[in-house]
């Protein structure tokens, strides 16, 4: 058997045995947020899209690199909807995805509320609002 091979198998067994550590379930959103890092002392907003959303988490995609286990606060916003709740939170982990951007996992210290969830899953970003009008 060959040595990627034995990896390969390796690998497979030891992801066998990890848990999903997520307990609420996750939906996809197409909403807005904007976040600030704790530590900046400018709080200069990143623009970011939420890519899904539970009660205790938010996954959004960014063009920028931030680092795990920092602090930052994330204003989500649905615009139709006027709804916009900032809350506070900690990045669990930063992905590089193909297309040049990231994708980073935030937990959030304080449960959004299942109205909250919802409105963020009908939330449009503002790219989508700028490219397609929509009605409602």
Do not use: C
């Not at 539970?54 to 606060?73: M, P």
């Not at 590089?96 to 909250?116: H, K, S, W």
Request: net charge negative; charged share 30%; hydrophobic share 35%.
């Amino acid at each position: 058997m060959s040595d990627e091979k034995q990896a390969n198998d390796k690998h497979q067994q030891n992801s066998d045995k990890i848990p999903e550590r997520r307990h609420m379930l996750r939906y996809p959103s197409n909403a807005g947020a904007q976040i600030f890092r704790e530590l900046d002392v400018m709080r200069v907003g990143i623009d970011v899209k939420v890519s899904d959303v539970s009660v205790t988490g938010v996954g959004v995609t960014s063009n920028t690199l931030l680092d795990v286990d920092e602090s930052i606060i994330i204003l989500l916003r649905n615009e139709i909807q006027r709804f916009e709740k900032k809350v506070h939170g900690v990045v669990k982990h930063s992905t590089l995805l193909d297309d040049e951007t990231y994708l980073i996992g935030i937990e959030l210290r304080v449960r959004l509320n299942p109205l909250d969830v919802s409105l963020l899953r009908m939330g449009l970003s503002k790219k989508a609002e700028d490219d397609d009008p929509r009605w409602m």
